[in-house]
């Protein structure tokens, strides 16, 4: 690993305040109210922002901003690249895929769409400088607005730094459906790869259970993944992937060890439900390798001193081929590259760790000149 430096595919950045996001909306947006990227259900356990003691070292302590809402102090961790650079360089992490976390789910589609703008500009304003050739971009769209989705989708797609679109894993419908597919269209028609970020607990989604909202944080962080699994099937079932072969998504929030049952529960069903599917040519599995990367997360899978576990595991979720690194930093749940598998050879975590993103984003990296390795 220290020959090959490591391609983070999820580092998410935060604006320096919650009021910065005024300096990149028109109006009429400029005059209404934003909630917080901070989650109001379900708060991360360890308390606010820094959320742990390893962050303190990202901490802008001290520095101060200037926005047109007034002056304050700049305290969100991961909002300056060069702190954000120094943590990523320290631990051998050569390239970063930058995915931010926005507002929440809005219930007025147009001021969703302003917030996705809003992001989009900050981003290649403040990280994706033509002098610093570290961080690659996300263009996020607001997939309540099908037509805006698709508007930011073209206004973005020649530039050389943005490298995939980013939707919330929180949404109204399953992603498979119909609603959505001139967005994903539009993905494929500019060779980006879709990333689903879960991010709610501010805006207007859905309960994260079938029945209703849980009342800690440990059954929140356990149940809300199973939802991946919602748009992953409706992508399959809806006959997305056969209707676009080339479209490519990524899941960045975890989940990746409830995928096999899941699959094989899928794989059991479609011989004796084709007639309701006959767009889907395949055995649902079979559509993985070819359309689905996973963030590897430090929470999922075996405990890590049981290696012939760790590697039996592996095997049979297919990790070493559908996992990707992503750091996650700076959430709570951040894990370091040395965290991710190490019950796994070398050969296996490089894959992990670089190989497996480098073929997966491998067309737009080399446009950008930031292929790491």
């Not at 308390?47 to 070292?57: A, D």
């Not at 590697?311 to 894990?335: H, K, M, T």
Request: glycine share 8%.
């Amino acid at each position: 690993m220290a020959d090959e430096p490591v391609l983070d595919t999820a580092v998410h950045p935060r604006m320096l305040t919650n009021h910065q996001i005024y300096d990149y909306l028109e109006h009429p947006f400029k005059g209404l109210v934003y909630n917080s990227p901070n989650r109001f259900f379900h708060p991360v356990p360890t308390g606010i922002p820094p959320y742990g003691e390893w962050l303190e070292q990202s901490r802008p302590d001290g520095e101060i901003i200037s926005t047109e809402v007034g002056t304050h102090a700049a305290r969100e961790p991961g909002s300056v690249p060069a702190r954000t650079t120094a943590y990523l360089r320290e631990n051998g992490i050569g390239t970063a895929i930058l995915l931010p976390t926005l507002r929440g789910l809005v219930p007025a589609a147009d001021q969703g769409s302003a917030i996705c703008r809003a992001y989009n500009d900050w981003q290649a304003a403040t990280w994706l400088k033509d002098d610093d050739l570290d961080y690659l971009g996300s263009v996020r769209v607001n997939p309540m607005d099908p037509d805006g989705a698709v508007a930011e989708i073209e206004r973005w797609a020649d530039h050389p730094r943005m490298v995939q679109i980013g939707v919330p894993m929180e949404a109204h419908h399953p992603y498979g459906q119909r609603y959505f597919l001139k967005i994903w269209e539009a993905a494929a028609a500019a060779r980006l790869p879709i990333a689903i970020k879960a991010e709610g607990g501010v805006g207007v989604e859905y309960f994260p259970t079938m029945t209703g909202l849980p009342r800690t944080h440990i059954e929140f962080s356990s149940l809300h993944r199973d939802r991946f699994f919602v748009h992953l099937a409706s992508f399959i079932a809806e006959g997305v992937l056969d209707r676009l072969p080339e479209l490519r998504i990524v899941f960045s929030d975890g989940g990746f060890d409830a995928l096999a049952p899941s699959m094989w529960r899928m794989d059991m069903d479609w011989p004796i439900t084709r007639t309701e599917v006959p767009w889907v040519r395949r055995l649902p599995s079979d559509y993985l390798r070819e359309h689905f990367r996973f963030v590897a997360n430090v929470l999922e899978g075996p405990p890590d001193d049981d290696a012939a576990l760790v590697q039996e595991w592996a095997q049979r979720s297919d990790a070493v081929n559908l996992l990707i690194y992503g750091s996650g930093y700076p959430l709570w749940s951040a894990a370091r590259p040395a965290e991710i598998l190490p019950g796994l050879d070398a050969a296996e975590r490089s894959r992990i760790l670089h190989g497996n993103a480098q073929e997966w984003y491998g067309a737009r990296l080399a446009a950008t000149g930031a292929v790491a390795g």
